[in-house]
Structure formats: C-alpha cells, structure tokens
C-alpha cells in the first residue's frame, strides 16, 4: 500500500514547530551560532554590491585626475576581507552543523530506543509499526536538521532580498518590483520539490523496508542454513534487484527533475543579479 497523501503548509510548519525544539535541547548553543552565522552572510553580498559600487566609482575619479588611489586600495582590501570572511563563516557553520547532526541523532536514536522499550508486544506484530520505525529511525537528525538548515538559508536569502531591494526602490521603485518578481518561480520550484520528495520518501518506505529484509536474509545468520538447503538466494536475489532498482530509479528521476527546474529558476536569480549590479553601477 502506497502513501499518496500530499502535505499541507500547515503540517509543515507544525513539523518545524516540533523539531526546532528538539534541535535545541540537543545543542542550544551551537545551534545559535549557526544561526548567526546564516544572519550575517545574509548581509556579505550587499556589503559586497555596496563595496563594488564605490570601487567603481573611486576608479573613475581616479581616471578623471583625483587623488582617491588610497580610497581604491582601501576598498579594495575590504572585499578582499569580506570574500575570506565569508569562507571563513561558511567553514565555521559546516562545522557547527556536523556537531548538530551528531548530537541530534544520537538524542533521537536514543529517544527511539527508550520508547519501542516500553511499547506493548501487539505493536511488534502490526506492518505498520515496522513502516512507521522505518520513516523515523532512518537519517530522522539528518532530515531533521535539514529543514532546519534549509529554512535558515531561506531566512538569509529572504534578508538579503529585502535588504537588496531596499537599496533598489531608493534607486527605483519599479525595477525593485520586477526583481522581487523574478524570485517567485526559485520559490515555487523549491516548494514543489520538497512536496515531491517527502511524498516520495513516504511511498517508498514498504519497497525500501521489503529491501532491506530480503537482503538481511541472505546475509544474516538466522535463516543461512534455509538459504544453502533450499537454494532460495537466486530468487531472492532478483527480488532485492527488482526493489532496489525500482527505488533508485525513481529516486533517479525525481533528482533530475528536481535540479534541472533547480537551475533554470537559478539561472534566472543569477541574470537578475547582474543586470541589478550592473543598473546600480
């Protein structure tokens, strides 16, 4: 039986309702500096369209006979400063998040241990339970932090957005509106393909759960002498084959559906970055 139910925005935002809490008794502190971090590279590119703005315009001064070239050095130097602080910021959130994945699968994997201890023995008889401990115990930190970290670098781009097109309605009012525009097929793109993946995850669950007993039955040592007396390892070969085939392919196909639509709506933030750069220059 597969799962075909589509989430809503509400259960969404009550699934990130429920896991931030978690993330944050697991480790309070580095996830607050992970959070700082993503706040300030939301605000490195316009420092660095404000930087290269004023570069452009010392340059031309210095064409038309000015003595600005310790202006230009200096400008020069805090793009230099602000390119390896961004490295740097990138590097230092990377870490943090590791240490989060970490923390956070062992509470949950923990958490899943204490809790299946105290369930009642009929549970262990239902599919069910089987399907439901395979959604949760299966990358749940790693899922889990993802959306964290997906929604935290949607914050950052939100902030430079505004702020980016703050700058532009100073500039003009229309052209801000035409960029603002331009971000709303990334975002239906983006929307679209997490709808799809979870979706996906969840119709795939009985396939991948089947995939992983029939290998454990040629491999383990509980069922090796039923495997050698009745010569069941072909069969059951093809049959892991047909699973994890099926699986992959699909998991195949929604990728590069995924990152193609991913691109295009890319592309389209990038040309709109630079025809912006190049109307406030």
């Known amino acids: ?27 309070p502190g580095r996830l607050t500096l992970s959070c700082i971090c993503y706040v300030i590279l939301a605000f490195i590119p316009l420092a660095q369209i404000w930087i290269v703005k004023e570069t452009v315009n010392t340059i031309t001064k210095i064409i038309e006979g000015h003595n600005e070239l310790q202006m230009a050095l200096l400008l020069l130097l805090l793009q230099f400063l602000l390119m390896i602080g961004s490295d740097a910021i990138q590097s230092i959130n990377e870490y943090l998040v590791v240490h989060l994945k970490q923390r956070a699968a062992f509470y949950i994997d923990e958490q899943i241990a204490i809790k299946a201890s105290h369930l009642p023995l ?22 889990g932090l993802t959306v964290i970290s997906t929604l935290m670098q949607l914050l950052q781009q939100a902030l430079t957005l505004i702020w980016f097109i703050i700058y532009l309605a100073r500039i003009d009012v229309w052209f801000a509106i035409v960029m603002i525009l331009l971000f709303v097929p990334s975002l ?18 009985v396939a991948e759960r089947k995939s992983n007993y029939v290998m454990g039955l040629m491999t383990g040592r509980s069922a090796a002498k039923e495997m050698k007396l009745f010569r069941l390892t072909p069969f059951l070969l093809q049959k892991w084959k047909h699973l994890y085939w099926k699986n992959a392919n699909e998991k195949a196909t929604l990728t590069k559906q995924s990152e193609t639509s991913r691109f295009l709506a890319q592309l389209i933030i990038i040309l709109s970055n630079m ?3 190049a109307y406030i220059v």
């Open 1 to 27: 039986m597969t799962v075909t139910k589509k989430t809503s925005m509400a259960e969404n935002l009550n699934t990130l309702i429920r896991i931030i809490p978690l993330l944050w008794r697991t480790s």
């Open 188 to 205: 239906i793109v983006n929307l679209k393909i997490g709808q799809r993946r979870y979706a996906q995850m969840m119709n795939q669950t």
């Open 122 to 143: 009929v549970f262990f008889d239902k599919p069910e339970y089987y399907d439901q401990l395979q959604r949760v115990s299966q990358g749940m930190a790693f899922r």
């Open 275 to 277: 025809i912006g750069v």
